[in-house]
C-alpha cells in the first residue's frame, strides 16, 4: 500500500474538518477519509472508503456514520449499482459516487477523465445526501480552466464552484466550502 497524497480539510460551513489519503494498492486505487461534523453541539463521524479500478472507475464505496449501521456500494462493471446488495436500477450508469459531505469525490471524474484546458466534461453521479442517507442520480460538470483549476457546475441545483487540486487530481480547495489546512 502507497500513500500518494493526504488532505485535510475544514469548512466553516458545514462546521466540519477532515482527514483524506489517496492510496495506490496493487491495481487499485482507494480515496479514504475520516470527516467529523458539529451540529447542534454533537459530533458526527463519516468514516469512507472509496474502490476505484486502475481506469478510476468507482467499484465499492464502504461508509460508516456514527449514528447508523455501515452502508456499502458496489458498482458493477456495466454500470449498475448495489447498496447493501440491492440493486438500484435509478443509478444504471452512474460513474462515480458523490459524498456530499466532501470534498474529495470529486477527484474521481478529475481523475478518470483528465481533460485539457477548457475542455468540459459530464460526469454521471450518484450523489449522497448526508442528512438522509439517500442516494440520487446527478448530473455534474467540470470544466479544466488551468493545470490544477476547475470549474464545477451541478445544473439541477444551479450551485457553481471552483476547485483547485494538486499534482495527483486530489481536491486542495472547494470554492469557499472546504479549504486545506
Known sequence: ???IAEARWRSRELNSTENCQLVRQ???WLLRGDVTIVESSK???WVYQIVCSNSWHTQEVRLQKSTMFPITFSRTNDGKWYKN????PYLDGAHDIDLGFTPATNT???RRQQPKINDTMVCHAAWLREND????PVEQYYTRLEDNLYEYHNPTSG???QLEVDQHGLVRDYGDI???E
Request: aromatic share 12%; proline share 4%; with cysteine.
Open 1 to 3: 500500500m502507497n500513500i
Open 43 to 45: 459530533s458526527v463521524q
Open 108 to 110: 474521481l471524474p478529475i
Open 26 to 28: 496493487q491495481n487499485q
Open 85 to 88: 446488495r440491492v440493486y438500484l
Open 159 to 161: 450551485f457553481r464552484t
Open 133 to 136: 442517507c439517500s442516494i440520487l
Open 178 to 180: 472546504w479549504s486545506s
